[in-house]
């Protein structure tokens, strides 16, 4: 897990885990979003998080990746909210969590996402099946307008 403070527009976090873990793993955690002057993002601000994924499945049937937020700084373990989509049908809101399931026998795929309120994000890896000859590769880089 790399956990990581955004200071730079040029910053990045990678995660490599070769196998891919079956269990839900913290992959990368950006904590203090915009706590001093000199962070590249601020909380509310036209900020875009854009993740990068390298994957091979081996012998996985799938690998999921999961995005949560926190309004703290230094959220603890019980602080985490999963982040979630929206559906409106004859006047019902439904919210449902967002879940990146990846398939391919190999992937290269990029997921683009606001960040709104929060002070902290985590994002997580969790292969299911055998993990032999899997491989995943995250990269989150941040920009703010």
Same mark, same amino acid.
Request: aromatic content about 8%.
């Given at each position: 897990? *790399?956990?990581?403070?955004?200071?730079?527009?040029?910053? @990045?976090?990678?995660?490599?885990?070769?196998?891919?873990?079956?269990?839900?793993?913290?992959?990368? #955690?950006?904590?203090?979003?915009?706590?001093?002057?000199?962070?590249?993002?601020?909380?509310?601000?036209?900020? @875009?998080?854009?993740?990068?994924?390298?994957?091979?499945?081996?012998?996985?049937?799938?690998?999921?990746?999961?995005?949560?937020? %926190?309004?703290?700084? +230094?959220?603890?373990?019980? @602080?985490?909210?999963? *982040?979630? *989509?929206?559906?409106?049908?004859?006047?019902? !809101?439904? #919210? +449902?969590?967002? &879940?990146?399931?990846?398939?391919?026998?190999?992937?290269?795929?990029?997921?683009?996402?606001?960040?709104?309120?929060?002070? &902290?994000?985590? #994002?997580?890896? @969790?292969?299911?099946?055998?993990?032999?000859?899997?491989?995943?590769?995250?990269?989150? &880089? !941040?920009? %703010?307008?």
């Amino acid at each position: 897990m *790399e956990t990581i403070k955004f200071a730079e527009a040029t910053d @990045q976090a990678t995660y490599t885990a070769s196998p891919v873990p079956t269990t839900e793993t913290d992959a990368i #955690i950006a904590k203090e979003v915009g706590a001093d002057s000199t962070s590249v993002i601020s909380v509310g601000n036209n900020t @875009q998080g854009t993740l990068y994924i390298d994957f091979t499945k081996g012998s996985l049937t799938s690998c999921i990746i999961r995005l949560y937020g %926190s309004p703290y700084a +230094n959220p603890t373990s019980g @602080q985490w909210f999963t *982040e979630t *989509e929206e559906s409106s049908a004859s006047g019902v !809101l439904t #919210i +449902n969590p967002i &879940s990146i399931v990846l398939t391919d026998t190999t992937a290269k795929k990029m997921w683009h996402f606001p960040l709104g309120a929060n002070r &902290s994000y985590k #994002i997580t890896v @969790q292969g299911t099946g055998t993990a032999t000859g899997s491989s995943i590769t995250l990269v989150l &880089s !941040l920009r %703010s307008n």
